[in-house]
């Protein structure tokens, strides 16, 4: 068996806020969501390409569990990667860290980074807790039914801006932006607030959850985030560029832009926009060619 670059159909997601940038894909508009990266009971990516294709990556990865390599735990995938497009606002929402997660009985917590691929003009994301309000005045407002965007910072956004989302962290993205998510595999989202949509709210599992978090910024340029969960690098393909495969882990490509081609030994396919290819753990070197900016995310 030949290790090569994994390529993985995406799942679409309907979600009432979504837009038009994201293809059907046999899902009900709108679409806000397409998952590019997931192993979930019931949401596993299938393999587009080369000897696994049409199988599923939970089939491929049971069958060679060395692909995910040594610092991979073999219990639960580590990742879920996203795009997202937001025609409208999302609720203002928390997901729990770890801690919070033990606590409400979930799976584990969500700690996320978005990559802004594209946002129209006055676009803006709810962030974190003012400086001029506590923790516990804000669990004091959720709680008692407040509007939550009173407490909560405010951000223009614009392509090229990560945002990194500790979880605890109270968030919301606004209409007309188009983001790239890296985040650990969980779904377990937290609703406070809903402009009014007729969806559950989550007061109580958001005040256990709720932590007000200083932001956390990377100097590096091309580091977009770096935790405990995974670290996020942007690569800007221009031309051709090699890379090698992690002995101890496996890697994902995320394409937010552009296309091109990656090749191993003899072997190459093609890429374009929002693909996303899992590279095996292992030794082997990779060329990558074409104009593209690609997310490379290891855990």
């Not at 670059?5 to 309907?14: C, F, H, M």
């Not at 000897?51 to 599923?56: D, I, K, R, W």
């Not at 001029?132 to 090229?160: F, H």
């Not at 396919?269 to 490379?296: C, H, M, Q, T, V």
């Amino acid at each position: 068996m030949m290790k090569y670059p994994i390529i993985l159909n995406p799942i679409a997601k309907t979600r009432i806020w979504g837009g038009e940038r994201l293809s059907a894909l046999g899902a009900e508009p709108p679409i806000g969501e397409h998952w590019t990266l997931s192993l979930r009971a019931g949401d596993n990516n299938i393999v587009a390409n080369g000897e696994f294709a049409g199988a599923g990556l939970d089939s491929v990865l049971s069958k060679h569990p060395e692909f995910l390599g040594i610092a991979c735990s073999k219990d639960k995938f580590p990742l879920l990667i996203k795009f997202i497009d937001s025609k409208e606002s999302l609720s203002i929402q928390v997901h729990p860290d770890d801690d919070a997660a033990r606590i409400l009985g979930e799976e584990c917590g969500k700690t996320e980074m978005w990559y802004i691929i594209d946002a129209e003009p006055d676009s803006y994301i709810y962030f974190g807790i003012k400086d001029e309000y506590s923790e516990d005045e804000v669990k004091t407002a959720i709680l008692s039914g407040g509007d939550p965007t009173l407490y909560l910072n405010k951000v223009p956004v614009k392509a090229g801006e990560c945002y990194f989302i500790a979880g605890g962290t109270p968030h919301a993205i606004g209409g007309g932006i188009y983001i790239c998510e890296i985040q650990q595999n969980c779904d377990t989202t937290y609703r406070i607030y809903d402009y009014g949509r007729p969806r559950e709210l989550h007061l109580e599992q958001a005040a256990v959850s709720l932590k007000k978090l200083p932001p956390r910024n990377f100097t590096n340029d091309n580091v977009l985030a770096q935790c405990e969960y995974f670290r996020s690098e942007l690569i800007k393909v221009d031309g051709e560029m090699t890379f090698d495969a992690d002995y101890d882990k496996f890697i994902s490509l995320t394409v937010v832009s552009g296309k091109g081609s990656i090749s191993l030994g003899e072997a190459e396919y093609a890429f374009e926009e929002r693909d996303s290819i899992f590279i095996p753990a292992g030794e082997e070197k990779y060329l990558l060619r074409g104009n593209a900016e690609i997310i490379k995310t290891t855990v």
